[in-house]
Nanobody
Framework: QVQLVESGGGLVQAGESLKLSCAASRTIFSINTMGWYRQAPGKSRELVASITSVGSTTYADPVKGRFTISRDNARNTVYLQMNSLKPEDTAVYYC???????????WGQGTQVTVSS
C-alpha cells in the first residue's frame, strides 16, 4: 500500500514556473516507476512525465524541454518542476506510483494547476 499526497499547485501567469511535490507514505527506493499525470476539463488523463527506480525519465511531447521530473529517495518524494507554463498546461495534476511493472498504480488526490494568459 502506498499513499501519495501532492502539493504545490496554484494559479500562475503564462511563462511562470511551479514545482509540484508528491510525498509517499513509504520508501520509494524500490518503487518501479513514479509519474505525473494530468487531466484537463473534458479530456482524458494523460501522462506528463515518469521516472523509474534507476532514474530513467520519460516526458510527453508537449512538456519536453519545459518540465523536469526528479525523485528524492531520502525524502520519499517525487517532484515536477514546471517552467515556461502555458495556458494549455492547466489541469489537475496527479501523482502515480507503480510498485512493480505489472502492478496496478496508486494515485494521489491531485493538485490543481491553473495558468492564465
Amino acid at each position: 500500500q502506498v499513499q501519495l499526497v501532492e502539493s504545490g499547485g496554484g494559479l500562475v501567469q503564462a511563462g511562470e514556473s511551479l514545482k509540484l511535490s508528491c510525498a509517499a507514505s513509504r520508501t520509494i527506493f524500490s518503487i518501479n516507476t513514479m509519474g505525473w499525470y494530468r487531466q484537463a476539463p473534458g479530456k482524458s488523463r494523460e501522462l506528463v512525465a515518469s521516472i523509474t527506480s534507476v532514474g530513467s525519465t520519460t516526458y510527453a511531447d508537449p512538456v519536453k524541454g519545459r518540465f523536469t521530473i526528479s525523485r528524492d529517495n531520502a525524502r520519499n518524494t517525487v517532484y515536477l518542476q514546471m517552467n515556461s507554463l502555458k495556458p494549455e498546461d492547466t489541469a489537475v495534476y496527479y501523482c502515480n506510483a507503480k510498485v512493480t511493472s505489472l502492478a496496478l498504480p496508486y494515485w494521489g488526490q491531485g493538485t490543481q494547476v491553473t495558468v492564465s494568459s
